[in-house]
Nanobody, 122 residues
Framework: QVQLVESGGGLVQAGGSLRLSCVAS????????MGWFRQAPGKERELVAA???????????NYADSVKGRFTISRDNAKKTVYLQMNSLKPEDTAVYYC????????????WGQGTQVTVSS
């Protein structure tokens, strides 16, 4: 089992920044690929950014086209934490953001946090 707790959401003006954190507990954090997802009202959940587990490509990352160049995902295995640095925020980034964990290279996100609300005002 892996338990995930997100924090760092809030209300910010367009053009501002936020940093989300997700702290994991349970099994060996470095064995899990991590992802940040978001879901806006009336829309499907989408993958925003992902970072691979430490045994594969040393933590390679990928991003949704809509956030490339603005968001950065990173991880600190010693702290069992994954971060999402969000810059140049836009109103369309408003959503509930979730972190999730997938064992090694499975690509199957089995563990989810409770979510944190991000609201970007225009």
């Amino acid at each position: 089992q892996v338990q995930l707790v997100e924090s760092g959401g809030g209300l910010v003006q367009a053009g501002g920044s936020l940093r989300l954190s997700c702290v994991a507990s349970g099994r060996t954090f470095s064995n899990y690929g991590m992802g940040w997802f978001r879901q806006a009202p009336g829309k499907e959940r989408e993958l925003v950014a992902a970072i691979s587990w430490s045994g594969w490509s040393g933590g390679s990352t990928n991003y949704a086209d809509s956030v490339k160049g603005r968001f950065t995902i990173s991880r600190d295995n010693a702290k069992k934490t994954v971060y999402l640095q969000m810059n140049s925020l836009k109103p369309e980034d408003t959503a509930v953001y979730y972190c999730a964990a997938a064992f090694a290279g499975s690509g199957e996100y089995r563990y989810w946090g409770q979510g944190t609300q991000v609201t970007v005002s225009s």
